[in-house]
């Protein structure tokens, strides 16, 4: 099993662009979620989705959308970047009564 | 909305020596998780523990869920064991993600 997959590892965006973080599992979880992770601070829940066609808001969905059109991938859309963006964004997922499983990050860059 | 404090923030150590980590959190939960940051960034799920104890290896977790309050020992420190360890809790109800403490920058000298 590859588990949590990321794509990409790295962006760097201009104020403006838009872009799709990609993320899969391959573990049949139904649950995934959006992290984002700055600098001294603890990670923050963007978004997150109970299983395929259900997604909710977490404490910082402001600027961002996703979907969650089949078990495996739940993508992160960034629609008009800003450089409150800049962060490293983590994806996971878990099975129910389980621990997360991890993506390796992507870190994103808006100038 | 839960909130979790860790100490210390930073803590350097002796190879060997036993190692305590802190976390306390504001609402009552279910269940919650160890989790460790390498330098690399990747980010690993140790515990997951609702009551009692948990060990795995040289990590032992242990939860007092009256005070609020959980611990995440390591014994006999290794510099391997270098890395940031974050407390969790379940941020809500059910499966709506986790509110994190912001870590614990744990280094162990030779």
């Known amino acids: 099993n590859a588990g949590v997959t990321q794509t990409p590892k790295f962006r760097i965006l201009k104020i403006g662009q838009s872009m799709t973080l990609q993320c899969a599992q391959d573990?049949?979880?139904?649950?995934m979620y959006w992290y984002r992770q700055d600098p001294g601070m603890g990670l923050k829940l963007i978004y997150y989705s109970v299983g395929a066609g259900i997604t909710d808001k977490g404490e910082v969905p402001n600027g961002y959308n996703v979907s969650r059109s089949t078990t495996e991938d739940f993508p992160l859309r960034l629609e008009l970047a800003a450089p409150s963006q800049t962060s490293v964004y983590f994806c996971?997922?878990?099975?129910?009564?389980?621990?997360?499983?991890f993506g390796p990050g992507t870190r994103l860059t808006v100038l | 909305k839960n909130e979790v404090e860790q100490s210390p923030q930073n803590l350097t150590a002796q190879e060997g020596e036993f190692i305590t980590i802190n976390c306390s959190y504001s609402?009552?939960?279910?269940?919650l998780h160890w989790l460790q940051q390498h330098p690399g960034g990747g980010i690993v799920s140790l515990f997951m523990l609702s009551s009692g104890k948990k060990k795995h290896g040289r990590l032992i977790a242990t939860i007092n869920i009256q005070e609020k309050h959980s611990s995440l020992h390591i014994t006999a420190s290794h510099p391997r064991d270098s890395a940031v360890y974050i407390c969790?809790?379940?941020?809500?109800?059910?499966?709506?993600?986790?509110?994190f403490g912001k870590g614990t920058h744990l280094i162990i000298q030779p």
């Open positions: 609402v009552g939960i279910s269940a």
């Open positions: 573990m049949n979880h139904n649950y």
């Open positions: 996971a997922s878990a099975p129910l009564g389980y621990g997360q499983f």
């Open positions: 969790a809790v379940p941020a809500g109800g059910g499966a709506d993600g986790l509110t």
